[in-house]
């Protein structure tokens, strides 16, 4: 038998612990032996609940016992989870975490001291809750030279600018709401200044690249300016208003950017609505590739979770390699991307065509601005230009 500990009973420390409890049969005819979970770590008691038989509150316990040979990290955070991490591979075992925050900081170091210990150290449910997009990426398109990894990579800010659209309804009611669902936490900066999606696109493009993306690197942009009226004009122009995390791979040249962007009804991405995320692939040889599902929520991220405890069982004693070496992979200039922009200004139409030439008015409800597409420029002469009218405010566009 196949002894397991959990780190953390909040929401995914709790579905882990279900899964693994529920779907024994399941699981033990997957791996061949059965599973069984030994300890779960947490500060907190939980009078009533079947963890009570195996709540600890020492983590050198799971740490000291040779006999838990897999552990799962649910506990969030950086500091305490990369600590007790590290000393779980340090201690010959195999860890699976749900943690982007960790996964994205020290990935690249917890993946080589468990090669060192002949261990393993996985993280399916960092990026994608319960899509698997990880294993698909290191064992499923391996011959192909990835171009683009990009997706909608947090299922809050996707709630919001849904409901923003359909409803018209307000933002600051659509957080309170998020929250009371549990879509948001009580401080929902991460999720609305575009740092969560920040994160699990540079896993995935560390991945993809075999290098250390920094998430600090990336250029990143949230959806707390996004206005009804931005709303009304995608709807114009027949798009939809996204969060995208985009990593485009361009003659060895990486182009990473986190931002809302309109993307148009033949984009993969445009039908991915409320709290739904997908990850879209797009490789020289297997060509696009999307994956979708549920990003979030205690079941979703606890599968996740859990298909990685099944593959390390089937592995004791075997580490899988994994390319993402430690040393940093430079990303392109921010103002080397492109793209097309939707543009809200003051300025006069004279003006604004000596700015940009030609470009695609839109219909207003107002004489107090105008609206319009530019073709595909680069972030940098799109600042140059919008330096000479005033500007009301810019998305990005994708159609």
Sequence with gaps: MIKVAILG???????????????????????????????????????GDPV??????????????????????????????????????????????????????KGAELLTIAKEKNVNFMFEASVGGGIPIIR????????????????????????????????????????????????????PEADVEGYDSCRKIAILTSLVCGRQVDYEDIYTEGITKITPEDLGYAKQIGGALRLLGISKIHDGRVHSIVAPFIVGKNHPLYAVNDVMNAVFVKGNMVGDLMFYGSGA????????????????AKNIGK???????????????KGEFSCRFLVRTKSAKEKIEAAFGTVEYLDTDTAAEIAFLTGELTESDFEEKAGKIELIHRIRVSI
Excluded at 297 to 311: F, K, M
Aim: net charge negative.
């Design 297 to 312: 929520g205690s079941l979703p991220t606890a599968s996740a979770v859990v298909s990685d405890v099944i593959e390390e």
């Design 52 to 105: 009570e038989s195996v709540l600890v509150h020492d983590f050198e316990l799971i740490e000291k016992d040779p006999e838990v040979s897999i552990v799962v990290e649910t506990m969030g955070g950086l500091k305490v989870a990369y600590d007790f991490v590290k000393r779980c591979l340090l201690a010959g075992k195999s860890v699976s975490t749900s943690n982007k925050e960790l996964v994205a900081a």
């Design 136 to 187: 698909p990426l290191l064992n499923c398109v391996t011959p192909d030279r990835i171009e683009e990894v990009s997706g909608i990579l947090n299922g809050t800010t996707n709630y919001i600018l849904t409901a923003m659209a359909e409803e018209g309804a307000d933002y600051d009611a659509l957080i309170k709401r998020a929250q009371e669902l549990g879509y948001a936490e009580r401080n």
């Design 319 to 333: 580490n899988i390699p994994v390319t993402w070496e430690a040393e940093k992979l430079p990303l392109a200039d």
């Design 9 to 47: 009973y909040g929401t995914v420390g709790s579905g882990v612990y279900k899964v693994l409890t529920e779907n024994a049969d399941i699981i033990e005819k997957r791996v061949g032996e059965a599973l069984s979970v030994k300890y779960v770590l947490d500060l907190r008691d939980f009078p």
